[in-house]
């Protein structure tokens, strides 16, 4: 028992913290707010899935169409890029900077021992890896690299192109420079995703462009500022969270997300948890009662509702008792159904030019309304994903 909080750090129940995570991502009730805002509100959106933002954010936002996301990325208010923990995020313009500075920095720190580790593994699969690392050494000095490959993508490159790039300026084969180049860009940043890649159908891999050439230079922030910034986006998206939280989001190192703490003040209450652990919130932030009403939600693969948190902090959303049927062994995350707020089912949606059959596989017994709601809001759903299909329906499977 983690016993009485004292009157400085209140304590707040899994159903507070709960409701407190849905009033943040816009899952207590559609809002209508444009799509740059939006994903500044939520954190920005993982992206490693192209139909992944679409679903988020038709799940949050009045009259969401695919266009919106589309227009806003070819527009360039939002961007595509490597982020948070070395993954692709759709941010908006004016974050793309504080939150690729705040979060590579530590990789950065860390980029030697991890060249090495690569540099050994491969070259003892190839004898000719071997011997191109035995004569270079690896990829050479890391600014040098960088500033090259962000001159040769002022202008949008593919993958195999930057891959010959780097394989000629730094004398390794292309087989290992493949395994080293997206390594480097997740550590070292600078570039985005050009559209097409981040449209809701391409599923391709999508050409590079340096951050400068797509959104034109801006002022560099401070590291201090970035953090600090990256720290209230996680707050406001995902409080109340405890340090461990951001960092295990963010992969910002611990010592400067209690700095950033520090600098915010009074802009920042504690709070506890049912464990004990300490929590932290922007003050201002809606903190809704236990017992607000929690509509039928579908969130789609990655969304980062259910993984912004350490395991522990997850049940929030996410019982224990499901975890293994949501985040699978490879890394792979479930695309989920809330019901009462809550994790209660996985769906999948299977299309042809005829039919679009969403099917619900639910974890326990729904209650009457319950399978009405889930079956209306994944109707709903169907025609949003597969508007072309000439009929919809949803299919709710037996308790798993």
Known sequence: ??????????????RELNRALLARQMLLRRERVAVPAA???????????????????????QRFKIADLEGALIAKRVVK??????????????????????????????????????LRYHSAQSPAARVAVERTGGMGDPARVHAAVLSFAATP?????????????????????????????A?????????????????????????????GDRAQPSLEGAVAHSVRRHLGAFGPASVDDISSWTHIRVPPIRDALATLGAR??????????????????????ADTAAPVRFLPKWDSALLAYVPADRLRILPERYRKAVIIKNGDVAQTVLVDGIV????????????????VRPFGRLARDEREEVVAEGERLARFIAPDSRSHGVRVGAPA
């Open 1 to 14: 028992m983690a016993g009485r909080a004292p009157p400085d750090r209140p304590l707040l129940t899994l």
């Open 39 to 61: 994903v500044e509100r939520l954190g920005a959106l993982q992206a490693q899935f192209s139909p992944s933002p679409y679903v988020a954010l038709w799940s949050r936002l």
């Open 81 to 118: 890029a490597t982020l948070m923990r070395g993954t692709l995020h759709i941010c908006s313009a004016r974050d793309h900077a504080l939150y690729a500075l705040a979060v590579s920095e530590a990789r950065k720190r860390i980029w030697g021992s991890v060249e090495k580790m690569l």
């Open 157 to 185: 490159r593919s993958r195999d192109e930057l891959i010959a790039f780097l394989a000629e300026r730094t004398t390794l084969p292309a087989e290992l420079t493949r395994h080293l180049v997206w390594q480097f860009v």
């Open 187 to 215: 550590t070292y940043g600078g570039l985005v995703h050009a559209p097409p890649s981040g449209t809701f159908a391409y599923r391709r891999s999508g050409a590079l462009v340096s951050t400068s050439a797509w959104l």
């Open 268 to 289: 920042v209450r504690t709070f506890r948890g049912e464990t004990g652990t300490v929590l932290y919130d922007l003050a201002r932030a809606p903190r809704p009662p």
């Open 344 to 359: 209660a089912g996985t769906w999948q949606l299977e299309r042809t030019p005829r039919i679009a059959t969403l099917t």
